[in-house]
């Protein structure tokens, strides 16, 4: 494609030509099987990271991004965008998407953190009553998550 053509030579030299290959393998499975042409974006992000950057030490870490790129769907992937681009902690309970339940966004939520993409601090308890501890909870993302946006998304 276009993308492809404007990297230009790439010298895959420094690269560990059996970890590549088992990568583009991954990420031909991965893509051949979505259907979200927004997920293939990202899936073609990362190729492009992986041939620019050499797979060597990192290789379990890339692996890891390309299984998280592919678990994820598309609100974990804008919650993950939407919290990339504050300063600060803020509360999932103020996290909302028109026509989503917000339950679903606080299982997202739980996913990335579960993938190590947030950080979360305690945002006041309620003992009794009936609000949701879990909605005080304040995330912001992790150093790790940044890497992840920015091998898999940063476009």
Not at 20 to 37: H, M, P, S, Y
Not at 98 to 116: D, F, K, P, T, W
């Amino acid at each position: 494609s276009e993308e492809i053509k404007s990297l230009g030579k790439i010298s895959l030299d420094s690269q560990d030509e059996i970890k590549l290959t088992t990568l583009i393998e991954k990420i031909n499975n991965k893509v051949e099987k979505e259907v979200l042409q927004e997920k293939i974006k990202y899936f073609k992000f990362y190729f492009k990271n992986i041939l620019l950057s050499p797979v060597k030490d990192d290789y379990d870490e890339k692996v890891f991004f390309l299984n998280s790129l592919d678990s994820m769907g598309l609100l974990e992937i804008e919650i993950l965008k939407f919290l990339n681009n504050q300063s600060d902690f803020i509360q999932i309970g103020i996290i909302q998407k028109q026509g989503v339940n917000q339950y679903a966004i606080v299982g997202a939520v739980s996913h990335l953190r579960n993938l190590g993409f947030l950080q979360s601090a305690s945002g006041g308890m309620s003992i009794g009553g009936n609000e949701d501890n879990y909605l005080k909870e304040k995330i912001k993302v992790s150093d790790f998550g940044k890497n992840f946006i920015k091998f898999c998304m940063d476009n």
